[in-house]
C-alpha cells in the first residue's frame, strides 16, 4: 500500500466539507483509501480531479459553541463544530450522562465449543 498516495489524496481533501449537494456525505477519503487499499493507486488522483469538482469549501465557522445542546442539529453551525475541536473534548463528556458499569453489554451466547 501506498501511503504516499493515500497521504496527498487526503492533503487534496482537507479543505473541503464533510457534506455537498444538499448534504450527501463526502465519502472522498474513504474512497480514496478504498482504492490505494485495494491495489488502484494510479487512479486515485484522476478520481479525485472529478470528485473534488462535486465538493463544497469546507464551512466557515458562526460563532464558537458556548452551548453544545443548541447548536446541535443545527446546519449552519456545522463550521462551528469543525472549528471546536474533537466532539469528545472534556467539556462534553462532562456534561454527557455515563452508563452505570452493570449495564455493559455481554455476550449474547456461549463461546463455541463449550457446552
Do not use: F
Amino acid at each position: 500500500m501506498d501511503y504516499g498516495i493515500l497521504d496527498e489524496a487526503y492533503q487534496r481533501l482537507h479543505q473541503t466539507g464533510p457534506e455537498y449537494e444538499g448534504w450527501l456525505t463526502n465519502h472522498g477519503p474513504m474512497a480514496a483509501e478504498a482504492l490505494v487499499r485495494h491495489g488502484h493507486d494510479d487512479g486515485v488522483h484522476r478520481w479525485l480531479d472529478g470528485y473534488r469538482r462535486r465538493l463544497d469549501e469546507l464551512p466557515r465557522g458562526v460563532r464558537p459553541i458556548d452551548d453544545w445542546r443548541a447548536a446541535l442539529g443545527d446546519p449552519k453551525r456545522a463550521g462551528d463544530w469543525l472549528a471546536s475541536g474533537p466532539p469528545g473534548r472534556p467539556g462534553m463528556l462532562r456534561s454527557r450522562p455515563r452508563r452505570p458499569g452493570r449495564l455493559r453489554s455481554r455476550p449474547c451466547r456461549r463461546p463455541a465449543g463449550r457446552g
